[in-house]
């Protein structure tokens, strides 16, 4: 079969976007549909879920197969479809109310199963498309319409999370800088198994500025971490630099220290502990948080697992007869001429 | 031993008989009962069964709670119910017999472990004195046998050890029992053969303690008299013993060869149906994919994505988990996607009565969506019926793109009955295409373009070139299924949606009525009722009174007869394990002023209650 030749217009829907004008929202899938553009792979083979919020309408746009579903199901919806058809690329398009409230529990579920799902959480830090609550990265003390003396819920990390619960793929990018997501969706296509994206996405409505610090044109300067595999971490024009620190991730003076002392990011490391404390770095986009890929290890995914066992017992057993199978009790036979039988 | 000297007379023959294990539920009365089932099946016998045990797995040793029983009726005939009054009860100790012997029939046979019957256990079942010494068995043949020390003596050589050597007591007993009743040995050796294989040291001490109960019979002929059920004259063909899970399980895996469809079974354990997740989980040689999900919701969440992706999607639970499904039950709904939702009800609200039966889901089933969402709601009369039933709602899910609900109750799910083998070949095929090509105008692909004959919308896989297309929960437009919140469209959607499920009921069977032509009385039912109303119609008949008999296998559509049916009875009886569910549909469809004999115990009907009510109604 020869490859397609596609441009993002082909991956766009008629449907009209309707996100607000200047929502970040259309960045990522301008991203999105330009990365799966230059895969060349047919069209028809992806499938793209989502749940509910604004993040979810992102299937409608789309011109893959898709379903905007309920409240924070898409990733069991997505293990539906992936454990039963392994040809398939499944993608959840997903926010952080939908994930990490209502749906906390499938997402980490199909994290530690490392179903082959690409997860994209759009972090808005607030809920849009019920007009502005605060959500579960909300930072404490946010003033919204639900918390008008200020939000007492402590936030979630989103990466923390994901770490926690045995994920193999975790990367964090953001909206505006679409190679960097570009690059972040690349990895996670080609790696085997759920990969977790979470992408800092602007609400210019209800929580406009959020990630400031990290995307502003001089705070980013000094707050971007960039994560390069196999590179010592510093940033800030390389005065300042990550070490390791009785177990914690450290941010020093770069020039304070032996420059073999800089902790050299290694995405593959098969103890997640060195991640997870990179994660802790920040708790959320405020001073310096680190951008790009955490974690990125292999472990057996669930559906060619799945369907590995289906294969076995095939050709152990042969395919399955009806016949025997519903005699495989024991059976007695009623003779139409013996003196009991008719 | 035996509270009988005299010569024993020659066995006695009789046409049905009763037998009710009871024990600790430590003592393997389930396993107990089920091999004495089977034995009689192999043998020949019609029978039907009764599990009855506690939601513990263990309560406290000793204890009221902790009893668990097995109840099977033989017979030589065809017959309908496990029966309402044992003949035979075996209690392993006091506490069995303190909460079974009331059932027993006065006269009837018990053997009891008289190695139980200390002043600790006497304790805790609340006995004052000792019943085996004391006159209040008087009206029972009893058969007082020390159990654990002839147990013990039989296993000595096999090499168990410790808490090991009275596991086998329930198999001492079962092998008396063979001898009693005149069952065939040989089925139950080969099983614990077969099962225990591995362990031989147990596998010899679990056939050592059966051999010795059987012999213990035979050397000190244990009671005067011992009882035998001929084969029944059951119908001419192949059986087997199965239950009603069971029963489903294999009919699931026979849908998907039907159809030609894979299986997805995504679940969430819950008692009682549980055992259609192992049963499945077994049979990966069919192509069945099981998914041990992380709670309900994802189990149908991910049944939803398979059925999307093109399989034939089964989710199973009981009441408290159907509930939690409901949200995803109702985005399939308007997914328009074929789904199957087994039901094995249990007794309810809440945690309920996770182990006894109950019909108390009827009317969730038809409406426990949030908007308008009908569904087809099918249900089981019997435990083998589970098999054709699960077929069928695969038939009308896959031609009617819908959601389907499949009810079955604990009564079926764990009881058994021989089951006549069908004719595999004959069970016509579930036709079924994806879409593969476009069909809307200019190579536009319309997902809710209607078949106009079913109202079915087509099902067009991921993978298919040219048919990319979303759904979603949000309404869609009636043809190319963009979310549309037109007025007029979510009218026509919701009328349509409607208008499929309700011409359901122009392809399901007439409802057939049983019994006498003139009947004074319309006896309705629906679910595992079907062997008490059977049972209990037919003896009413022997006493000379003109009753009909039909059960509803649809419940959504009804069968399009049912109201011209009902109308041509002055009495109609609905007799259900709930308050009154579907004599309030009858009633609300039909405006007939159907009477209900409502029972929410946790038990099965007895025969003579219903025969009570029928009588109460014709006089």
């Known amino acids: 079969m020869t490859t397609p030749t596609y441009t993002r217009a082909d991956f766009q829907t008629d449907q009209e976007v309707r996100w607000c004008p200047g929502c970040g929202d259309y960045t990522i899938l301008a991203s999105v549909q330009q990365f799966l553009a230059a895969l060349g792979r047919p069209r028809e083979e992806f499938v793209f879920i989502s749940g509910i919020g604004c993040a979810s309408r992102f299937p409608y746009y789309m011109k893959t197969f898709g379903i905007h579903s309920i409240h924070g199901r898409a990733p069991a919806i997505a293990t539906g479809v992936a454990t039963t058809r392994p040809d398939l690329s499944v993608w959840v398009i997903t926010g952080d109310g939908d994930a990490l409230s209502i749906g906390g529990n499938h997402l980490i579920h199909v994290l530690r199963r490392n179903v082959n799902l690409k997860i994209l959480l759009l972090n808005n830090q607030i809920y849009g498309l019920t007009k502005g609550q605060y959500s579960p990265t909300s930072e404490v003390g946010k003033t919204t319409k639900s918390s008008p003396f200020g939000s007492i819920d402590y936030p979630f990390n989103p990466v923390s999370l994901a770490l926690g619960a045995e994920a193999t793929f975790v990367a964090r990018t953001l909206d505006m800088d679409r190679n960097h997501t570009q690059a972040i969706l690349k990895a996670a296509y080609e790696h085997e198994g759920a990969a977790f994206i979470e992408i800092y996405q602007n609400c210019n409505v209800f929580n406009d500025k959020a990630f ?9 300067v000094h707050n971007r971490i960039d994560l390069q595999h196999g590179k010592p971490i510093v940033f800030d024009s390389g005065s300042k630099a990550v070490v390791m620190r009785e177990g914690h991730a450290t941010v020093v003076e770069s020039s304070s220290v032996d420059p073999n002392a800089i902790l ?79 | 031993m035996a509270d009988d000297t005299a010569t024993p007379d020659p066995t006695e023959e009789v046409d049905k008989l009763v037998v009710r294990f009871a024990g600790d539920s430590g003592d393997g009365m389930q396993l107990a009962g089920n091999r004495f089932t089977d034995a009689s099946a192999l043998f020949g016998n019609d029978l039907a069964t009764l599990p009855n045990f506690p939601a513990e797995i263990r309560a406290p040793a000793g204890t009221l709670p902790g009893v668990s029983s097995f109840q099977v009726q033989i017979a030589d005939f065809d017959i309908l119910t496990a029966g309402d009054q044992p003949d035979c009860l075996v209690a392993m100790n006091p506490a069995a017999l303190m909460t079974n012997l009331k059932d027993l029939r006065q006269g009837g046979t018990l053997v009891v472990n008289s190695d139980a019957f200390d002043e600790r256990n006497l304790a805790k079942a609340g006995y004052q004195s000792n019943p085996l010494e004391d006159d209040s068995l008087k009206g029972y043949r009893v058969i007082k046998v020390p159990m654990d020390d002839l147990t013990k003596e039989a296993v000595k050589d096999t090499g168990v050890k410790g808490r090991n050597v009275l596991r086998s007591k329930n198999l001492f007993a079962l092998g008396l029992m063979a001898w009693l009743f005149h069952r065939p040995t040989e089925p139950t050796i080969d099983w614990i053969e077969k099962k225990f294989g591995k362990k031989e040291e147990v596998a010899a ?30 119908e001419p063909g192949t059986y087997t013993n199965v239950n009603g899970n069971t029963a489903l399980a294999w009919g699931l895996i026979a849908a998907s060869r039907k159809s030609g469809l894979p299986l997805f079974y995504g679940t969430y354990p819950i008692t009682p149906a549980s055992d259609i997740l192992h049963e499945l989980s077994r049979h990966k040689d069919f192509g069945v994919r099981t998914f041990q999900a992380e709670d309900e919701i994802a189990a149908v969440g991910a ?56 019909q108390s889901d009827l009317l969730f089933s038809l409406y426990g969506r949030h908007g308008e969402s009908p569904l087809p709601v099918l249900a089981i009369a019997t435990p083998s019926e589970a098999f054709i039933m699960a077929i069928e709602a695969a038939r009308l899910a896959v031609k009617y793109m819908t959601p389907v609900i499949l009810l079955s109750d604990n009564a079926a799910a764990n009881a058994s009955e021989p089951w006549r083998l069908p004719d595999l070949d004959s069970i016509p095929e579930i ?12 190579g536009t692909f319309l997902p809710y373009m209607r078949n106009v004959d079913t109202f079915a919308r087509p099902w067009a896989i991921p993978g298919t070139a040219g048919l990319e297309h979303r759904v979603g929960g949000l309404e869609k437009d009636a043809l190319s299924g963009d979310v549309s919140y037109d007025p007029n469209n979510h009218q026509l959607m919701t009328d349509t949606r409607g208008w499929k499920v309700a011409n359901i009921a122009n392809d399901i069977p007439q409802l057939e009525i049983n019994g006498d032509e003139h009947a004074e009385i319309l006896v309705l039912g629906w679910g595992s009722t079907f062997g008490s109303i059977g049972a209990a119609a037919n003896r009413s008949r022997l006493e000379g009174r003109k009753v009909a008999t039909a059960h509803l296998r649809y419940l959504n559509p009804l069968p399009s007869n049912l109201g011209d049916l009902l109308r041509s009875y002055d009495k109609i009886l609905i007799p259900e394990l709930n308050t009154g569910q579907l004599m309030k549909v009858i009633r609300a469809e039909f405006l007939i002023d159907a009477v209900g004999l409502n029972k929410v115990s946790g038990e099965p009907f007895k025969i003579s209650e219903i025969m009570d009510k029928i009588q109460e109604m014709v006089e």
């Open chain 2, 205 to 234: 001490a679990n056939v050592a303690a059966f051999q010795a109960g059987y012999n213990f019979g035979v050397t000190t002929e244990a009671t005067k008299n011992t009882f035998e059920v001929k084969p029944a004259a059951l």
């Open chain 2, 303 to 358: 049944t939803i994505g398979a059925a999307f992706a093109g399989s034939l999607a089964v989710t199973g639970s009981s009441g408290p988990g159907i509930a939690l499904k409901s949200e995803g039950i109702s985005l399939a709904f308007m997914l328009e996607l074929p789904l199957i939702i087994v039901n094995v009800q249990r007794g309810g609200p809440s945690t309920g009565l996770p182990t006894k039966p109950e």
């Open chain 1, 212 to 220: 400031i610090q990290v995307t502003g044109k001089e705070e980013r």
């Open chain 1, 264 to 342: 050299i990011h290694d995405e593959t490391r098969p103890d997640p502990a060195v991640a997870f404390a990179l994660s802790r770095l920040s708790h959320g986009p405020y001073g310096p948080t680190p951008l790009g890929i955490f974690r990125n290890v292999e472990r057996p995914t669930y559906d060619v697992e799945l369907n590995a066992q289906v294969d076995k017992a095939k050709e152990l057993q042969g395919e399955g007869d009806l016949e025997s199978l519903i005699r495989s009790h024991g059976t007695w036979t009623v003779e139409a001429e013996s003196p009991n039988g008719g």
């Open chain 2, 431 to 442: 036709d079924v295409e994806y879409t593969k090509h476009p069909n809307g105008p200019d």
